[in-house]
C-alpha cells in the first residue's frame, strides 16, 4: 500500500495501453490452485465473475476438515493492486501447505479471491484497467465492476476475519495495518513474529504515512477493502505488506508463514472467548 493522496488516487491516470501479446496471464499465475482443484477434496473454484473487459475475478473456496464449533469463515484477498501478484502466489502455496496439513484449516471456510485487479494484473498496472486504484473505492457506492462483486461477497458471506494482502517497494521490511474488531492487533502482533523468521520487519515510526508501533498501523486509508461500515460487531481485519524488492520466494514464504499463524491464533483466541 504505497503513498497515494487522496487526491492523486482520485486523478485517473493516463491509462496505458498493453497489447493482448504481452499481457501477463491470470491462467499461469493461478495454475497452482488450479491444479489443486483437480486433486483436492477441499478445494473448490466457484464460477468466476465476468468483470467488465470480460474479465474475469477468480474465487475460491477452501474448505478445512470440520471443527468442533461453527465454521468460521475467513475471506483472504490479493492482488488488489495488480502489480503485487506475491500475494496471488503466496495463497497458491498456502493451499498446498494446507493440503499437507489439514489440521490447519479444521474448522475453517477460506474464501480466497487472489487476483482483485483482473486488468491491472494482466497490464502490470497498480490501477485498474478503468485508471483507478479501485483500493480507495470500497463502500463509496463504486460502480466499478470489481468493486461491486467484492462488495457483495463480503456482504454475503459475513466473515468472521478479513486478511488482504499487498507488497509494499518502498518498504525494506514487514509490517500491517489492523481495523476491525480489537483482536485484529493480537493476530498480527505473532503473524508478524513468524513472518519475520523469514524477511525483517519495519521498525520505523512513520510507515507509508502513518505512525506504526512495531511495524504495526492502526490507520487506513478511506475505501480500502474492508468489512461493511458501521458493523455492531466488526470481523478482524488485517492487512499484510511485504517488502516488494526483496527476494520473491522469501515474501511469498513470509505470507504463508503468517497466514498460518493466524489461521492458528484466531482459532485458539475464538476457544478462549467461548470458555469465559
Ligand atoms: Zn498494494
Known sequence: MRTTSDISARVRPRQRHVAEGQRR??????APLDERVVRSDHLLKHNAYRAGNEQ????????GERGGGDVIRLGIFATIHG??????LALGRLVSVLEQN???ARGYAL??????NPGGFED??????SGLDLN??????????EIRFLESEICLHAFHGIITLHSDDTSDGLYGFVNGAVLSKHLLEPALQEAERILPRNWEKI????????????????????????????????TLETPQKAPLHLQVDALVAALQTILVEYRYLIAVAQNI
Open 56 to 63: 474475469v475475478l477468480p474465487r475460491y473456496l477452501y474448505l
Open 124 to 129: 502490470g498496472t497498480r490501477h485498474s484497467r
Open 25 to 30: 496471464s491470470i491462467e499461469g499465475l493461478l
Open 111 to 116: 474464501f480466497i479471491y487472489p487476483v482483485c
Open 207 to 238: 510507515i507509508d504515512g502513518f505512525p506504526a508501533n512495531n511495524g504495526i498501523i492502526g490507520h487506513c486509508y478511506e475505501g480500502v477493502l474492508r468489512s461493511v461500515p458501521g458493523l455492531v460487531r466488526p470481523p478482524f481485519e488485517l
Open 136 to 145: 480507495r473505492e470500497f463502500w463509496k457506492g463504486s460502480s466499478e465492476p
Open 83 to 88: 502489480d503485487e501478484p506475491e500475494g496471488a
Open 102 to 104: 489439514p489440521d490447519l
